[in-house]
Every structure is written in C-alpha cells, then in structure tokens.
C-alpha cells in the first residue's frame, strides 16, 4: 500500500502540538474504514494524540466522524431509550446489573458496549461467558428484545461505529489508552448512533482507573458531557472510586454470577450503591 501524503500530514500536525480540523478528522476516519491509511499510521496519529492531548473541539470532530457512517437506531413513538457507560475498572460489572434495572422500570435500554481494554475488563466478554450468548445483533432484532424485555447489550458492528472497533484494538496496542480525548471519541461516537433520550456516565478514578486522580475524572466527565451536547446526547456524570475491585468478584464468569445475585437483592454493598446512584442519574 502506497504511503498517503495527506495522513502523513495529519501525523506530524498533531505530533507538533497543532489542532487538527473537523474535515481532518472525517478524512482519516474514511481512510480507516476503507483501509486507505496503514496500521502503523492509525497507531502513529493515536500516539501522537495520546502525547499532545486532544481538545474538545477536535474530541468532539472525532466523534462525529466515527459517529457518522453508523446508522443511527430509530425506536418507536413513546419509546424512553436510557443507557449508562463507564470509563472501565477492575470488577466493574455495573452494566450487567443497571440495564435490566432500568428496563424493569419501563424505559429502554439498547446498550452498545465494549471489550476488555488494557487492565480494564470488557462487558461483551462477561456476557460471552455465558454459553450461547450472543453479542452481534442487527437493527432489527435488537429492537424485537427490547420489545420483549427491555434491554439488550451488543457489540458495535459494520452499521454502529465501525471506526470505533478498529481504534479500540490499536488503543489496546499503542498504549494509547488513557488519552482522555480518545476515550470520549469511543465512548460517545456509539452512544451518539443509540437514539437515547438520556445518557449516564460513569467516570472513575483512582489507582486502578484510566482517571488516577479525582481532578482529572473530574475534567474528563465535563469534557464527556459539555461534547455529548454536542453530539444531541442529554448526559449526566457520576465520579466513582476505583482504588480496588469493585465488588468482590474479579472474572468474566463469576462476575455474571454476582451480577445476578445483585438482580436477585443480594450482592456486596458497593456494588449495589454504585448502581443505585447511576440509576437515579438517569432520569436527570
């Protein structure tokens, strides 16, 4: 493959600290779908992304550019369609639990979710724990479970941010991470193609937390929510310890376990708390 000048430029704009434009964007985002640009130069621009920070505006131009080839979800007239995310953590199974809570209340939840990144584990490979289940659904049959029971949680596919599953991989290789202006892109680019009508975010920080100190998740969750308006998302931020496990289980199978056991009334108390406040949060 032919090195392409113009992604060469956008490399060394960001590796020498200068903003790169909404056009910029969308055109890299096009040259990685299509496989125009090479994986060492999506690996470059995301380490020089990591190195010299992204602002919101260029956040916010990532986002729709990944967000912008999906196809958006529509739901029917009276529909609420509510969803949480989290910036990943030790133990985390919050969604496990959250979203049947939330669709038990008779709102909607069609979460799109991720993988383990980093030390972080991945809510698809919980799920994926439990024989025959599946994560890659299409429009039209997430929108047959959520008739049926209210929430489903799936995988991004060629239709719901595509750019985004190609990224996430290579932020997972580069050690990019932790780069606050790529988390947002990823997050947001899905939750923008969801049809929400409201979104909570769940922004952790702390020794085993992307965010180490609270200052920082505190910037990150206002960046998160000043370009989910943006993007149309109404968001709310909720900051959450993750200085150890949350919960006691540590483990995609046995975490599915104790989710359940949270469902059922039990589970370990801070758990239950973190997933009484979110849930609250997402009528606000």
Do not use: N
């Amino acid at each position: 493959m032919a090195t392409a000048p113009w992604m060469v430029e956008l490399i060394r704009k960001k590796r020498d600290g200068e903003e790169l434009r909404e056009e910029e964007m969308e055109r890299f985002i096009h040259g990685v779908l299509t496989g125009t640009v090479r994986e060492g130069q999506i690996g470059a621009l995301l380490l020089s992304c990591r190195l010299r920070g992204l602002s919101r505006a260029e956040a916010a131009a990532l986002s729709r550019a990944m967000a912008a080839p999906s196809r958006a979800l529509q739901w029917p007239r009276g529909w609420t369609a509510l969803d949480k995310h989290s910036t990943g953590g030790v133990g985390d199974k919050v969604s496990l639990v959250l979203g049947p809570a939330i669709a038990a209340l008779g709102a909607k939840v069609p979460m799109v979710s991720g993988r383990s990144l980093g030390h972080t584990g991945g809510t698809l490979d919980k799920l994926e724990a439990i024989p025959g289940f599946r994560v890659h659904l299409s429009a039209p049959e997430m929108q047959r479970v959520l008739e049926r029971v209210g929430c489903c949680i799936v995988a991004q596919s060629e239709e719901l941010a595509p750019a985004d599953r190609v990224l996430y991989e290579l932020r997972d290789a580069t050690a990019t991470v932790d780069c606050d202006g790529l988390i947002i892109s990823s997050i947001l680019s899905k939750k923008a193609v969801e049809g929400l009508s409201a979104l909570v975010l769940d922004v952790k920080f702390g020794r085993a937390a992307l965010s180490p100190s609270q200052e920082s998740a505190r910037d990150l969750a206002s960046a998160m929510v000043e370009v989910g308006a943006q993007l149309g998302l109404r968001a709310a931020a909720v900051l959450s310890r993750m200085d150890a496990p949350l919960g006691r289980c540590v483990g995609d199978a046995i975490e599915v376990l104790e989710a359940i056991e949270c469902l059922r009334g039990g589970g370990p108390p801070d758990l239950r708390e973190l997933v009484t406040t979110l849930g609250g949060k997402t009528g606000s």
